[in-house]
């Protein structure tokens, strides 16, 4: 839906052109939504780039990224995953190689890339810049990870030992920590830490693909599979038709009870898809999992009920910090960009993930706090395969280049946008974004 008003560029209520394919159905899972961009995205059963198709088909192996990457998106737009994952221009002078013909229809994503535009202005300075970076940060962020999968371990241990559910606690912090940190790892290319993602029921691949393909390029819109996960239990987006009285405060009330249950309820969700249709999609990385538990259970020689109690306990805890964190990282605030509300048509993605994302100011200056609680998290949307701890150099081009665009970078308390969630999660109005203007 777009409208004109005089003297200013025509606005929109979505960046999509067509209403997602299957995302209303009950059961919202990874592979569905990619069906669904299958029907939506005109690639015809190739992978588009822009307004080309490219048959991908014998590079796959090959792919320096992962071959999966390519596997999971083949029939559909990768357009934004290409732009946002090769920084470099080795990747698109490669392409040409690999074209089949131009594409039939429009993009369905409104979303803009000129040359002359934010992003990639922002893009070729921050490729320039990369050559002069300091890169010891990115072993630290690995002794930050590791240290705290040790001490998950550690806690888990002490917590069966002792019998003691507030060790237990301990743990299942140190779980959710780990696994937001390696959140920083399955970005990039495959790496054995982006396999403590899958240390309590959740599974990287799902989530590069709800994550890492739908929620960061397409954050606060109906194509954000993030969103449609929680509806119509929580509801973010300023609409009143999916979401009443009850949804918009009682959400408040029952929204920890959710966060408490996340972990499991992703378990849960694909065991049903694999018996609804007889596809398995379980892994052997998905026995990851039970590694806490096996190693709880031959370290004491507790019964194994009782382990199991605990470990579900840890699982439990670590899914609620994991809820509380993520749920309130960056996105969730009334005066962030929901789809509903009014933007500008044919925005530069840049720019539109600026709309979408209010950043924390209380947590940046420390790398510890960064990772463990998705901070950076703008910049972080841009250059996904970057090591958070590279990230904080990049400020300077990134402040340079809202200047010389006049968008306004936005910034608040933690305690700020976990209050402002609560209230987007109630708001039906819908607002303008405007990238002059200043958090209130």
């Known amino acids: 839906m777009s409208e004109k008003l005089a003297g200013a ?7 999509a052109n067509k209403y997602p394919t299957f995302r209303d159905e009950p059961l919202k899972t990874v592979y569905r939504w990619l069906e669904g961009k299958r029907h939506d995205d005109g690639a015809e059963g190739l992978w588009r780039i822009h307004d080309t198709l490219y048959d991908l088909t014998d590079f796959i192996d090959r792919h320096p990224g992962g071959a999966e990457w390519l596997r999971l998106t083949k029939g559909t737009d990768i357009t934004e ?11 698109e002078n490669l392409l040409p190689k690999f074209k089949v013909r131009e594409a ?6 409104k979303l803009t890339f000129k040359e002359d535009g934010f992003y990639r202005t922002l893009k070729r300075r921050v490729r320039d810049k990369l050559p002069e970076v300091d890169n010891t940060p990115i072993q630290k962020s690995r ?14 241990f002490l917590a069966i030992k002792f019998n003691s559910y507030l060790l237990a606690v301990a743990s299942g912090l140190f779980v959710n920590w780990t696994m937001i940190c390696a959140h920083n790892y399955f970005h990039q290319k495959d790496n054995w830490r982006m396999k403590l993602f899958n240390l309590a029921f959740f599974s990287y691949r799902e989530w590069r693909v709800s994550h890492a393909i739908s929620h960061h390029h397409y954050p606060n819109s109906i194509l954000d599979l993030e969103i449609s996960y929680f509806e119509p239990m929580l509801c973010w987006l300023p609409n009143p038709d999916i979401k009443g009285t009850f949804q918009r405060y009682g959400s408040w009330i029952y929204g920890p009870i959710v ?14 898809e694999t018996i609804q249709t007889g596809k398995c999609t379980f892994f052997a990385d998905d026995l990851i999992t039970f590694i806490l538990p096996t190693f709880m259970y031959l370290s004491d020689s507790t019964s194994l009920g009782a382990v199991l109690k605990m470990w579900i306990f840890i699982v439990m805890v670590a899914s609620f910090g994991f809820g509380v964190i993520g749920l309130n990282a960056a996105h969730h605030h009334p ?7 009014k933007l500008p048509d044919e925005i530069d993605f840049g720019i539109y993930q ?3 994302v209010i950043d924390r100011a209380d947590v940046k200056g420390s790398q510890f706090a960064v990772l463990t609680s998705f901070g950076d998290h703008c910049l972080h949307h841009m250059f996904p395969t970057l090591d958070h701890g590279i990230l904080p150099q990049l400020y300077p081009v990134f402040h340079q280049t809202c ?12 305690l700020h946008h976990i209050v402002g969630q609560h209230w987007q999660l109630a708001r039906v109005e819908t607002n303008v974004y405007d990238p002059n203007k200043k958090l209130h």
């Open 9 to 15: 560029p025509a606005l929109i209520t979505t960046i």
């Open 81 to 91: 995953a290409f732009e946002t994952h090769h920084i470099t221009t080795r990747a």
């Open 104 to 109: 039939k229809q429009p993009r369905n994503v």
């Open 143 to 156: 002794l930050i990870i590791d240290s705290l999968l040790g001490s998950a371990f550690v806690f888990a």
């Open 259 to 272: 966060y408490s249950f996340i972990f499991m309820g992703e378990f849960l969700k694909r065991v049903i």
């Open 335 to 341: 005066e962030a960009f929901h789809s509903g509300d």
């Open 354 to 356: 600026i709309a979408a």
């Open 403 to 414: 200047a010389e665009f006049e968008t306004t970078y936005r910034e608040c308390s933690w």
